[in-house]
């Protein structure tokens, strides 16, 4: 058994509404085989993993798995609940998986579930997956399974991997105080940073500092004696000192200060080499040459250590901390009384837990006349460090009610002087319930600020061993995120088989009216404002996040392809407005698909995932897509249904708008928004851009669907039919249906890949220039199965009098002239008289095609890759006597036609565009 491959679904997806992992398992010699089939197999599990006794598995109620493992079942699904019991027992919240067979004997997919703060480069569900298989193969070898000191030892090793990569506390209250407000959270890597909210309202967060955090008030910060300094001058009490690079500046200090001093770091945190009680020189200059000799030497203040945490310019949290100890109880010795304390679960290496395993450090025990071996009595305080920070092993207990308001505004005060939005201020006072008397002479003060925190630690207000704990997380995201805001902006997601990246490029164009800087991410790449910052296939997770994560980014529009969705999941958790414009056949045979139900199943999760009070914009026409309307996940949510389609009689829209709802519909010529019985003309077909005049009736569909979209999230109707005029298809959808010309033959461009795609387009040429005037240059892609480029290629013998087949330079797969071959074949079988050739690659395949055709005539070319046929037309050069851009939707005057659309086509001129 070998896992083959592993990918993370970072969102969303089709199993459940968050991140999962799929794994594609091999059984190899476990094929076939049951656990009924392997004696004791039951049983030797359960002793090496007790907890799977209450997995409810398909049973919903304890013990449904171990019953499924007595009667039989495979062993890809024993692997599933094997990882999920290891996750739960290294403190991974997780408890959703399944196994579903991956088309072939013996492989399975298995997914289980990943925590939502998980990075997504991870390690750790490949070792937890591949732990579980060790484990099942060494039950099912007949072992009596893992000792249990074997067992602790491979869960310990598991959960410090998963404590290494963790958030630590202070990231994890904030991720878990946005996640609440319903604030999208997004880390980086494996770090503490995380984005909170999305485009303008996009904020970063790294621990306690944010992307508003004032780069001058943390170097402040992070030199203690300018600190000092600064405060001393405006009047706050700090206590004498200053800063010596050396033992003897140190030494002096000393003298004139009187003891005890501390001596600290001057860029020094976490209370590292800091020494506090100091009374000798030989103790001051050990512990400047301790602390690298660039120190601060203040007279030690007497009173209790207290850190107070400043959000935003409010005290939101305040602690008594208490340096690290341990109590005596007559029998136990300091080292045994130290183990017992870091056996604390909350007690974990550096900042990972909530508190810090204590260090035993034998040279200030001697300093006290102790050692480790020795036995406190009983009640006796043993005090392990001299500072009281939580780093060093100390804890802290929470007096936030108590802090007098002379505290309260000395705080506040020291947050500005200094230009920090979150502060961490540690201040040496008799009591903080009292008020601190106010700086006078500086040889006089008894308590003040001892020092300013930038990215303060949270620990010790989220979980005090004594008292309140403070929700101090919550109080950072409501500075970042005032008024109640979540943090979104305005988000359209589009999916569909056909037409989903003409209906992302026009929502975004009609989006972009007033000023608003729209981000989109399609099939060509991410575009900011309309300039396009990068170029790939752009329909997955990381293009959603680019745009979402760009702070110019006012809306967004979002392709969301099947590939993406099923290979990485969304790249958001909800949308504003989702869009489904058709599922037809394609794409069957990959990913696990193998039928137009399965396509739809996976372009639901677009529509359930549209959010309460959203919008949903299905097709009408389409009777897969009026299916999702009744999944239990789209029925039972708070969202807005909104019907398009070209047929004003479906009764699907006659029932929806009798019902009082919205829906957009092509009615008498014109493309209408009807609400209940009122119906407002928005734009006729005939001037819709890339319609032709009315001929390519699935534009007017995508323009619906556009419109719709845009509808809902408040564009105008007026507005709406400007921006409409305004879109040139050529410039903003180039390749889409869009025309050229070359001396007295049109040239038609699309990117239509599938027998439907490729039926709409040639119905749209054969009502403008009839069957008999079509020639094809085709090329279909390589990974579609051989059953649907045979429906391709009847399609276009059936649409077209001369074609010429070429194979795309990427085969997927294929033999090289394998898909043009069949094609090929396919067509002659539909037509015998089809004059069919084949070229070598699509610069021979146009010149080909263009000697085939007639004056007249118009060449349909159906590419792969935009940019190189865009160069070769370029090269094709200009009129009159090379091939010129026409505006998409202006028809050429020398197209033969009858008719209506041919009194349209003469309306209209021949016009230059943008190449």
Request: proline share 6%; aromatic share 4%.
């Amino acid at each position: 058994m070998k896992i083959e491959t592993l990918r993370r679904l970072r969102g969303p997806n089709v199993y459940l509404s968050r991140p999962a992992m799929v794994a594609r398992l091999r059984l190899a010699e476990l094929t076939g085989q049951e656990t009924c089939d392997v004696t004791g197999f039951t049983e030797r599990l359960l002793r090496a993993l007790p907890g799977l006794a209450e997995h409810h598995c398909a049973a919903g109620a304890p013990g449904g798995f171990v019953s499924r493992l007595r009667n039989g079942t495979y062993f890809g699904h024993v692997t599933e609940h094997v990882c999920i019991e290891l996750s739960q027992l290294i403190g991974r919240d997780v408890s959703f998986g399944r196994t579903v067979a991956a088309g072939e004997p013996g492989v399975y997919d298995v997914i289980v579930e990943c925590p939502v703060d998980e990075s997504p480069e991870s390690r750790v569900p490949h070792e937890l997956l591949d732990a579980a298989i060790r484990l099942v193969l060494e039950v099912y070898e007949g072992n009596p399974g893992p000792t249990a000191s074997a067992m602790a030892e491979r869960l310990r090793d598991l959960a410090a991997l998963a404590e290494r990569e963790a958030t630590g506390p202070s990231t994890r209250s904030i991720i878990a105080a946005a996640r609440r407000r319903g604030i999208p959270v997004e880390r980086f890597d494996d770090l503490s940073l995380v984005r909170l909210g999305w485009g303008v309202r996009r904020r970063l967060a790294w621990a306690a500092m944010t992307d508003r955090t004032s780069g001058v008030g943390v170097d402040i910060a992070g030199d203690k004696q300018v600190t000092r300094r600064l405060l001393s001058e405006a009047g706050v009490p700090v206590p004498p000192g200053g800063a010596a690079s050396g033992p003897a500046e140190a030494v002096r200090l000393l003298a004139a200060l009187g003891s005890p001093v501390v001596v600290k770091p001057r860029h020094g945190h976490h209370g590292r080499n800091v020494a506090l009680n100091l009374t000798t020189p030989a103790e001051v200059e050990r512990a400047c040459t301790q602390a690298g000799n660039d120190v601060v030497v203040e007279r030690q203040l007497g009173g209790r250590d207290y850190r107070v945490l400043v959000v935003a310019g409010e005290v939101v949290a305040a602690a008594e901390r208490i340096a690290a100890h341990v109590i005596g109880d007559g029998r136990a010795t300091i080292r045994e009384l130290v183990d017992r304390t870091n056996a604390d679960p909350r007690r974990g290496a550096g900042h990972s837990r909530m508190l810090t395993r204590i260090e035993l450090d034998e040279q200030l025990l001697a300093g006290r006349g102790l050692t480790p071996d020795d036995v406190p009595a009983d009640g006796a305080t043993v005090w392990l460090r001299d500072n009281a920070n939580l780093s060093t092993g100390g804890t802290s207990r929470d007096v936030t009610d108590q802090v007098h308001p002379d505290v309260t505004l000395l705080c506040q005060r020291v947050a500005a002087l200094v230009g920090l939005d979150i502060a961490g201020i540690d201040l040496r006072l008799p009591d903080i319930a009292a008020p601190v008397p106010p700086a006078g002479d500086p040889d006089e003060v008894a308590a003040g600020v001892i020092e300013v925190n930038a990215v303060p630690g949270l620990r010790m207000h989220l979980a005090p061993v004594h008292g309140r704990a403070r929700d101090v997380g919550d109080a950072i995201v409501r500075a970042m995120f005032p008024s109640g805001s979540d943090g979104r902006i305005p988000t359209v997601a589009v999916t569909g088989t056909n037409g989903k990246t003409t209906v992302t490029r026009l929502t975004a164009h009609l989006l972009g009216g007033s000023g608003t800087r729209v981000g989109v991410a399609s099939t060509d790449g991410v575009s900011i404002d309309g300039r396009t910052i990068h170029v790939s296939d752009a329909t997955g997770p990381r293009s959603a996040q680019m745009v979402l994560g760009d702070p110019q980014v006012e809306a967004a529009v979002l392709e969301t392809a099947r590939g993406g969705l099923l290979r990485r999941g969304l790249g958001y958790d909800w949308s504003d407005v989702g869009v489904i414009t058709n599922i037809t056949a394609d794409h069957l045979g990959q990913d696990g698909l193998d039928s137009i139900e399965d396509l739809a199943h996976v372009k639901a999760v677009v529509a359930e995932r549209v959010r309460d009070g959203g919008t949903l914009v299905l097709n009408a026409d389409d009777p897969w897509v009026r299916s999702l309307a009744d999944r239990p996940r789209v029925r039972a949510d708070r969202k807005r249904l909104v019907w398009f389609g070209l047929d004003a009689g479906n009764p699907v829209i006659t029932d929806h708008l009798a019902r009082g709802s919205t829906a957009y519909v092509l009615h008498d010529g014109w493309l209408v928004q009807a609400t209940g019985a009122r119906r407002t003309p928005l734009v006729r077909l005939a001037e819709v851009p890339g319609a032709y005049g009315g001929a390519a009736l699935h534009v007017a569909a995508n323009t619906l669907a556009a419109i719709a979209a845009a509808r809902a999230l408040g564009a105008r109707p007026e507005t709406l039919v400007d921006r409409l005029a305004e879109f040139d298809p050529s410039a903003e959808n180039p390749g889409r249906g869009t025309l050229f010309r070359h001396g007295e033959v049109s040239i038609f461009l699309d990117y239509a890949h599938n027998p439907a795609a490729l039926a709409a387009t040639l119905r749209t040429l054969h009502r403008l220039w009839g069957a008999e005037r079509c020639v094809a240059a085709v090329t279909l892609p390589g990974d579609r199965r051989d059953d649907l480029l045979a429906a391709s290629a009847q399609v276009l013998a059936d649409g077209v009098t001369r074609a010429v087949l070429y194979d795309d330079c990427d085969l997927r797969g294929r033999a090289p002239g394998e898909v043009s071959a069949l094609v090929e074949r396919e067509m002659r079988a539909r037509r015998s008289e089809m004059s069919a050739v084949r070229a070598d690659g699509y610069r021979d395949a146009v010149t080909r095609a263009l000697r085939l055709a007639g004056p007249g005539d118009v060449l349909l070319v159906i590419y792969e890759n935009w940019a190189p046929m865009r160069a070769l037309l370029a090269e094709l050069d200009a009129v009159p006597a090379g091939g010129v851009p026409v505006t998409a939707g202006r028809m050429l005057p020398h197209s033969p036609a009858s008719g209506a659309v041919a009194a349209v086509r003469r309306s209209l001129t021949v016009s230059r565009t943008r190449g």
